[in-house]
């Protein structure tokens, strides 16, 4: 692998790992509940586990997708000729523009 690769794997890997760090145990804690109803959240088992981890990664996608497809967009724009006027300003205009056109393909 490339160590651009590598470096969106292990950028991808911490941005997981954050989210599932803070949200996996009140995750699991509320399956626990709800499929279990023990009174011991430490011996859940392994099918509330793998619902709380399927939930805090797809938790985490949600805020690292559009994030991620921001930033491309950024780079996308690279080096502009002198005189050419970049299509995005900044992070904000990049993604109320996205959302702009996500809006006019939906209709």
Do not use: H, W
């Not at 470096?7 to 790992?17: Q, V, W, Y």
């Not at 921001?70 to 205009?93: F, N, T, V």
């Amino acid at each position: 692998l490339s160590p651009v690769c590598l470096g969106s794997l292990r950028r991808a890997a911490s941005i997981n790992a954050e989210y599932m760090g803070g949200l996996y145990e009140p995750i699991r804690n509320f399956y626990y509940e709800k499929l279990e109803g023990g009174d011991d959240v430490n011996k859940s088992s392994l099918i509330t586990k793998v619902f709380a981890g399927l939930t805090t990664g797809a938790l985490a996608m949600c805020v690292a997708q559009p994030t991620d497809v921001i930033k491309i967009r950024l780079q996308a724009q690279g080096r502009l000729p002198p005189g050419e006027k970049p299509l995005y300003s900044g992070m904000a205009d990049c993604a109320r523009k996205s959302v702009a056109r996500m809006e006019l393909r939906s209709r």
